[in-house]
């Protein structure tokens, strides 16, 4: 599963030569709720659109009930979860595009953020779906998920995530087939792209975050600690 990636910048973006480049704004490391592009095909029509990460918003989840995530969408049962059975269903498919992600390995017994991208560390595009929502001003917002697979004999996805934990991983979509996957007719086409590419085709290596600044301690005007 991935619940961080980079998106790729102006220059990544030239690898996408079929889908318009962005004309909106977003950050260069994603988050659960940031805004990244997507492409999309409707009506015939490819797009590039922004779409929040995790397919049922934060601000969507009804007041008493537990938050929970949903950046990544289980390929073995997406049609069956309610979160994304919808867009699966009605085949809202979309490509996420992506220049590295980031999942945590656990082999020297404590967590350490590792990054994985292409073996050339050119851009790629994770299979994913999306969803719209109505706001009260009757605009819409998109958001998005990344389909994921089992990964427990994966040689190198297998590495990541807590010791005794189901390992999985983020199907990335050879350039070839991006046109394909978005003009799938049927789930049962979908379902045939789901597959994780091999790990010689990735490269990974420790990248841990840095390490948050502490607020430095100094005295103000009176004479009284004060933080800055």
């Not at 015939?44 to 007041?63: C, H, K, N, W, Y």
């Not at 404590?110 to 929502?133: D, E, F, Q, T």
């Not at 979908?190 to 390490?211: I, K, N, V």
Request: net charge neutral; charged share 25%.
């Amino acid at each position: 599963m991935c619940t961080s990636y980079e998106a790729p910048g102006k220059i990544e973006f030239q690898t996408f030569s079929l889908f318009p480049e962005p004309s909106f704004d977003y950050r260069s490391e994603i988050y659960k709720d940031y805004a990244a592009p997507i492409f999309r095909r409707i009506e015939g029509e490819l797009s590039t659109d922004a779409a929040t990460f995790g397919m049922v918003p934060r601000a969507r989840i009804p007041l008493g009930v537990k938050v929970y995530d949903t950046m990544n969408a289980r390929a073995e049962t997406v049609g069956e979860k309610r979160s994304f059975s919808g867009a699966w269903n009605r085949l809202q498919l979309a490509l996420i595009p992506c220049h590295r992600f980031y999942e945590p390995s656990y082999e020297t017994g404590k967590p350490v953020r590792w990054r994985i991208s292409l073996a050339n560390a050119s851009a790629c595009a994770i299979a994913g779906l999306w969803r719209a929502w109505d706001n009260a001003d009757g605009s819409q917002t998109l958001s998005m998920t990344m389909l994921t697979l089992n990964a427990d004999e994966h040689p190198l996805m297998k590495r990541f995530h807590k010791p005794g934990a189901e390992k999985r991983g983020v199907v990335v979509l050879p350039q070839s087939q991006h046109l394909d996957w978005l003009s799938c007719t049927s789930t049962d086409e979908a379902r045939s792209f789901l597959r994780l590419l091999p790990a010689d085709a990735l490269q990974a290596e420790p990248y841990p975050l840095p390490p948050r600044k502490r607020a430095a301690v100094v005295p103000d005007e009176g004479g009284q600690p004060s933080l800055i």
